[in-house]
């Protein structure tokens, strides 16, 4: 083993947090993770910047500009890049949307939706703001790995950060690989 | 003495008028594959049961087996390349596992779980396709829609119906049924149809029956499609 | 879907269906009088059409929908058709087209709101010896400039009704700029068939075995043989060999006349102005298997000819070249019935042409079995080109020895090239086959020749640096298009508009093909836009292996070959437009904030990428 951690990163984009929680459900293997890693930008840590780290595991589709400048600013600092769960493969649920034209979208929530006042569209450049449609992480940055399900279980979680970890091609069992 | 062919060097015997998918599924060597089912005449559309013959890809589902054929199938280039088509048919449609009712049923993840697809590679087309509910039964979601025709297959020849039917072409191919409002309510289909029960993905689903198998005893929980359709695996 | 308003669709129909004898296999013939009738398939139309034919609607929403020129979204009373070939786009046929939608105040593609005119890009109509051209409702326009599209602009805004435009606008010309031995040696109507019925039907195959001669429509397989299979089919069902008796209702003659290969134009001339001997050849054909019926499927996109070929087929009946007792041979009954496509470069493959001619979608069938044994309505059918049957026409008169003495061994006889792109003098040349690609150049007048698409965009793109290259089976195949590139023009431009040629015509019946097409045309487009990279050029090679040897018909085995030919002898061309060695995203970041921008108002910082 190297005396070095290797520094990890996490991030969710379009996504709904269960590949983090999902990656929590790894249990007791945590303290066996924290051996080998250390974490950077993650929602455990609560650093905002992504700093220079070996892996960055990116949850969530793109869905507005804001996500696209996460995750080039995971692309530009992580070695390795993994996209995780659904979201991040194929837009996931999220992407529901993409057959639902945008005006539809923001009058849905904005005007007809009750408890919004005025009924206006928000024009605040602290909003980020949406694409036309929702994309898989890889249709903006290059992706090294991908680890399908959603979210995908503990086991599936462990198995393939103990082959990155160990410098394997990440491989799945049949049971462990699933798109749900 | 009856003909063979070999497949991957195992000798596979064969009668005159089937193919070699016939003759591989009949021996339990399993060809990867979508549109084809041995019920209905071969169609020969989604490819992923290309095999190499002599040195040439066919369709196994609709070549003849012909005495002293050298298959070659399970390959790691066939098989990357099979990936390749399955991960076409992803980014073609709108393929979202996670909401689908067909997820641990469906053959087309099932072959995509066999041929190891982590990602659907391909950038997505994300089409504009219709949902049609209006059947009191059956509800028809064009988004996971594969073109392999079976249940316009099925119903033409096993319901003598043709409730289904292919229009549009290229990639703007579009599957239609036999109605004049063009809504799968206004046609003749039946719950107990042979065409609701073919659909290989979760385009055609039978209503109020979604989720009733849980996670973890569906299909393809826990046995591959290769198990499945070779006759290794539980019986349905 | 809406359904547009029809009125009473009934009375325009029942004269169609009538004229076409409610029979289902002209389906196609029918739905394309209506579209010529209503400028749409109305929905109404087609429950008529079903309940009439006795077919399934769907099959007739599936025709419907399968041809690009019949449409179940209304198009212009005037319906104006850009050809997209890339010689007419370098005839400046992208600034012509903008130029009259300018005039007639409508969008390309879209309707003018009047209804009264679409403008629209097509295939290649096969006029590029004479382009820029385009489709008038159908009607082929040829020699486009600024100034006939004002006399256009004019005559559509006073509704005046095309057949009664300036013929002017409509006239074609053969340009034959080379003639050998079939386009230069006349052969009097019937002479072929007069030599057949003396010598008989088996040594008039024997004569087309001793000619060696190959299919002109692109594959090249040995008609002799093709014919004999077709025979061979015949004695396995019958028992016995039945040609040189009668005309069997139930084999067929197809003359290939689809020529839907963008550059290819020499089919067109060969109906133009030698009907004759293409007719004679089928004849014969029909005398060699025994056939009772012959069909002509003329691509949509000649349809000014029909009339004309009708004419012929008349005169030929009366002059007992066709009919009962061909020259009064008591046995000898064979007729010809003529076809029009609608669109769809696919019914050029034979098996898609069969099902198109029994009036179904353009879908290549299974093989085994060949059309040989079950072709139309599965029975015995020969396809062969239109060229194929002009050979063996002049081969059944003149002997198999005459013609294997010409051209090389493996490629005897000559070949019609369509010459058209950087050339001053574009037509047609005939040639022996093996003349060299320098010859036909110095000859057709190439000004500074940097690369030759042979046989269109699913055969070979050459550079400068093979020109001494034969056109022969033994090297270069073809099926007849020779489009020149000079130097100054960009090979990139040309491997663009095939990519979205064969994305537009695949058929999508298999998967490699309809993704694969629409895949490629996408990385082609992106590297376009100026956002390609080194992995983009990757891709296109992993797709083209896919294609290559995963798809059902050859329109997608060959879909790839301009893009890879043009990445291995023209490497410049994509590199000189790559982004950079980064990754680029797939789609514009910045233009899929622009609905967002437009519907929140905003334009900040935040706002762009
Ligand atoms: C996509 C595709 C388009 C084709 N188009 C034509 C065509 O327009 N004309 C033609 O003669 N052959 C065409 N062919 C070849 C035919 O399938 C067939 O080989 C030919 O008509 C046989 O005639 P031949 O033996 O006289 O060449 C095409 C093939 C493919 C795969
Ligand atoms: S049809 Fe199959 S592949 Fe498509 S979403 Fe449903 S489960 Fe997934
Ligand atoms: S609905 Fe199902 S069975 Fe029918 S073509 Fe589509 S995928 Fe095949
Ligand atoms: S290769 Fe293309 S044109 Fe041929 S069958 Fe497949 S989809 Fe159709
Ligand atoms: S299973 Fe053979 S092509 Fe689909």
Same mark, same amino acid.
């Given at each position: ?180 | ?40 005449? =071969? ?83 994300? =089409? ?7 059947? =009191? ?100 | ?31 394309? @009088? ?501 992995? @983009? ?73």
């Amino acid at each position: 083993m190297s005396e070095r951690k290797i520094r990890l990163a996490t991030c969710s984009l379009a996504g709904c947090f269960g590949c983090h929680m999902s990656f929590l459900d790894i249990d007791e293997r945590l303290f066996d993770l924290v051996e080998l890693v250390e974490f950077d930008r993650t929602p455990l840590t609560d650093i905002k910047h992504c700093g220079p780290c070996d892996v960055g595991i990116v949850e969530g589709g793109v869905c507005n500009a804001e996500n696209v400048h996460v995750l080039k600013e995971f692309r530009k600092n992580c070695k390795v890049l993994v996209a995780i769960g659904a979201c991040a493969i194929n837009g996931g649920l999220p992407s529901l949307r993409n057959n639902i034209d945008l005006w539809d979208c923001f009058q849905e929530v904005y005007q007809y939706e009750g408890g919004l006042e005025g009924g206006v569209v928000p024009n605040d450049p602290e909003l980020p703001l949406p694409f036309d449609k929702v994309h898989p992480i890889y249709e903006v940055v290059k992706v090294d790995f991908f680890l399908p399900g959603c979210p995908p279980s503990g086991d599936a979680i462990w198995r393939f950060l103990t082959d990155l970890l160990a410098g394997r091609e990440p491989k799945l069992d049949y049971e462990q690989l699933h798109f749900d | 003495m009856s003909k063979t062919i070999s497949i991957d060097g195992q000798s596979v015997p064969f009668e005159e008028g089937q193919t070699i998918m016939d003759a591989a599924l009949a021996a339990g060597v399993y060809i990867p594959h979508l549109c084809h089912n041995p019920e209905f005449t =071969p169609h020969g559309s989604c490819k992923l049961c290309t095999v190499k013959v002599n040195g040439r890809n066919v369709a196994s589902c609709t070549m003849p087996a012909v005495e002293g054929q050298e298959v070659l199938n399970d390959t790691e280039e066939l098989n990357a390349d099979r990936l390749a088509l399955t991960q076409m048919l992803f980014v073609e449609g709108n393929h979202l596992c996670p909401a689908c009712e067909k997820s641990g049923n469906c053959q087309l993840q099932a072959v995509a779980y066999y041929l190891g697809m982590m990602s659907p590679h391909y950038n997505h087309f994300y =089409p504009q396709r219709e949902v049609d509910a209006s059947h =009191p039964d059956v509800i028809l979601d064009r988004n996971r829609c594969i073109y392999c025709e079976l249940c316009v297959r099925a119903s033409r020849d096993a319901d003598g119906k043709c409730v289904f039917g292919m229009s549009g072409r290229g990639i703007g191919s579009s599957l239609v049924v036999n109605s004049a409002s063009g809504r799968l309510g206004d046609t003749n289909l039946a719950v107990t149809d042979k065409a609701v029960q073919v659909c290989p993905t979760g385009a055609i689903l039978i209503k109020g029956k979604g989720f009733t198998v849980p996670i973890g005893r569906r299909i393809f929980d826990h046995y591959t499609i290769k198990q499945i359709q070779t006759g290794g695996g539980p019986h349905e | 879907m809406d359904r547009p308003e029809t009125p009473d669709i009934a009375p325009l129909l029942t004269p169609i269906l009538a004229h076409h004898g409610h029979d289902a296999s002209k389906l196609l013939q029918i739905l394309r @009088d209506v579209q010529d009738a209503c400028h749409i398939i109305p929905a109404g139309a087609i429950d008529l059409i079903a309940v009439h034919l006795g077919v399934p609607r769907v099959n007739v929403e599936g025709v419907a929908g399968f041809y690009s020129f019949l449409s179940t979204r209304p198009v212009g009373e005037y319906q104006v058709l850009f050809s997209g070939n890339i010689t007419d786009q370098m005839l400046g046929q992208d600034d012509l087209m903008q130029y009259l939608c300018n005039k007639l105040w409508v969008e390309s593609g879209k309707v003018s709101e009047d209804g009264l005119v679409s403008i629209a890009g097509t295939s290649c109509t096969g006029m590029c010896d004479q382009g820029p051209a385009a489709l008038v409702n159908g009607w082929a326009l040829t020699n486009l400039d600024r100034n006939r599209l004002d006399l256009i602009g004019e005559l559509i805004r006073s509704r005046k009704p095309v057949a009664e435009w300036p013929p002017m606008l409509f006239e074609t010309v053969d340009n034959i700029r080379r003639a050998d031995v079939l386009l230069g040696e006349a052969l009097a109507p019937g002479d072929a068939i007069r030599a057949v019925l003396a010598r008989g039907a088996r040594k008039t195959l024997a004569e087309m075995d001793n000619s060696n001669l190959r299919g002109r429509g692109g594959a090249g397989f040995k008609t002799a043989s093709k014919w004999s299979f077709c025979h061979a089919a015949i004695v396995e069902e019958e028992g016995h060999v039945i040609c040189d008796i009668g005309g069997h209702p139930e084999r067929f003659i197809v003359c290939n006349a689809d020529e839907g290969e963008p550059g290819t134009f020499k089919d067109r001339v060969l109906l133009n102005s030698y009907a004759d001997l293409v007719f004679e050849g089928m004849t014969v054909g029909a005398r060699v298997v025994g056939a009772g019926k012959g069909f002509l499927y003329l691509r949509g996109e000649y349809r000014y000819l029909l009339g004309q070929l009708e004419g012929v087929l008349k005169r030929r009946r009366e002059a007992g070249l066709l009919g009962d007792n061909i020259l009064g041979q008591a046995d000898f009954n064979f007729d010809i019935e003529i076809h029009l496509g609608a669109g769809a470069y696919i019914c050029g493959e034979e098996s898609a042409l069969i099902e198109s001619l029994e009036g179904k979608r353009g879908r290549p069938r299974n093989r085994p079995p060949f059309p040989v044994t079950h072709g139309y309505q599965g029975r015995p059918t020969v396809v062969d080109n239109v060229e194929t049957f002009a050979c063996a026409a002049k081969i059944a008169a003149q002997g198999g020895a005459w013609f294997a003495a010409l051209g090389t061994a493996q490629s005897t006889g000559t070949k019609l090239l369509s010459v058209s792109g950087d050339v001053s003098r574009p037509g047609i040349y005939e040639y022996p086959f093996g003349v060299t690609v320098r010859q036909v150049l110095a000859d057709c007048g190439a000004e500074d020749p940097y690369a030759v698409q042979i046989s269109g965009p699913s055969g070979t793109t050459i550079s400068w640096k093979e020109f001494d290259r034969r056109i022969a089976f033994e090297d270069l195949p073809t099926a007849g298009a020779f489009m020149v590139f000079k130097r100054k023009r960009d090979v990139f431009d040309a491997v663009r508009n095939f990519t979205h040629f064969f994305a537009h015509e695949s058929c999508g019946f298999c998967t490699p093909c309809r993704v694969g097409t629409a895949l490629q045309q996408k990385i082609i487009d992106k590297i376009h836009s100026g956002h390609g990279t080194p992995s @983009d050029l990757e891709e296109l090679k992993r797709l083209g292996h896919l294609l290559k040897t995963m798809s059902h018909c050859g329109l997608g085995s060959s879909a790839a070959n301009p893009v890879l030919d043009a990445l291995a002898k023209f490497p410049d061309a994509f590199e000189r437009k790559l982004a950079g060695l980064a990754f680029e995203p797939a789609f514009d970041l910045d233009g899929a904030l622009e609905t967002a921008r437009k519907i929140t108002g905003r334009d900040d910082e935040w706002a762009h990428l």
